[in-house]
Every structure is written in structure tokens, then in C-alpha cells.
């Protein structure tokens, strides 16, 4: 049971690599904090809201122009503003999000039916992966199910790893297929 559990989380977080979703949220900087916590799930920063022109804190006052030209690094769940923001300010993110196991309501967040589907494929490649395993380390695999009893030899092996490496090109191309085309058109005009 533990290395199913492993095998579907393991699954869900590739897939939130591989497909993630787009999430937005606010960070309520304050002056004289540099270091927020980002939103559960976040896996990489996608944009932020700048500060050019002008612009007003929360309070009305207007936003140093030096905070134009502010950096930010983006580590351990946590971003980082550099320098330490001399205003108070909402800054809206966007962020692609991995899809968070929660443990109330025993579930992964934002994962659909259909994501979920797509997980499968790789969590069934990583059990196989495991079987195999076992089976080459000389124990074969040995299962009872009601009068049925089932015995695979460790020569199993081989097949079982074969079945492990058509469901990861079955998952890679179900991840293909679910993320689309990408890509981008330029527009060039003469002067």
C-alpha cells in the first residue's frame, strides 16, 4: 500500500511539472519586509505585476520609483524582494502550481478526472517498475486473491519492464496531447 501511495503521489507531482496549472494570487508587501510565503502548489513564477509609472500604496502615497528597478528570487516556497521594499503595496502573481496533496479532504488539488487519468499511466509504469525490481532480485512475485493464486517467476522480469516502458510512452503522450501546441507568432512590419 505505502509504495502505491508513493507511486500516485510521485505520478501527480511529475504531472504538475509537466502540466501545470496557472494559479494568480496576491502578496500584501509591506516596507521593511522582503521575504512572503508563496500559495500551496507553486512550482515556478510565471509573471508579477510591475511598478512603473505611478503608482500608490494602499495608503495613498506614492510608490518609490526606485522600486522600478527592484529584483526578486524565488526559493523554497518563499519569494525574496531585493532591495527590501521601502512601500506597502498588493502585488499580484501568477504562477504555475503543481497539484498539492490535501489531507482533509484526502484529495490533490485541481487535479480533474482527466489529469488524473493521465497520472495513472505513469503511477502503473512506476508499480511495474517495482515489481520488476522484485522479480530480478530472484524473490518473483507470489499473490492470493480469494481461491486464485497467482506466481510469476523472476524471469518475469523482463516483460513486466517492457509493460512498465509502454505505459511512460503512453503517459508521455497523453501529457503531449493534454498540453497542445505551443508556440507563438511574431509580427514583422516594414518602417
Known sequence: AAQYERAVRDAVADLGFRLPRVGQATLAVTAGTA???LPPGFTRLVG???IDGVMRDGAGYLVPSSAAGERHTVSGGKITFHPVPAYTLDRVIRYAAGYPYDTGTDA???LTDDLARIAMLRAQAQALRAQATQAAAGAGLSYTIGDT???RAASSG????AQAQELD???????RQARGFIGARGEWRPS
Open 48 to 50: 508579477m505585476e510591475r
Open 149 to 151: 493464486t497467482v506466481t
Open 35 to 37: 521575504v512572503y510565503d
Open 108 to 110: 490533490f488539488i485541481g
Open 169 to 175: 510512452a503512453a503517459y508521455q503522450d497523453a501529457v
Open 158 to 161: 523482463n516483460l513486466v519492464v
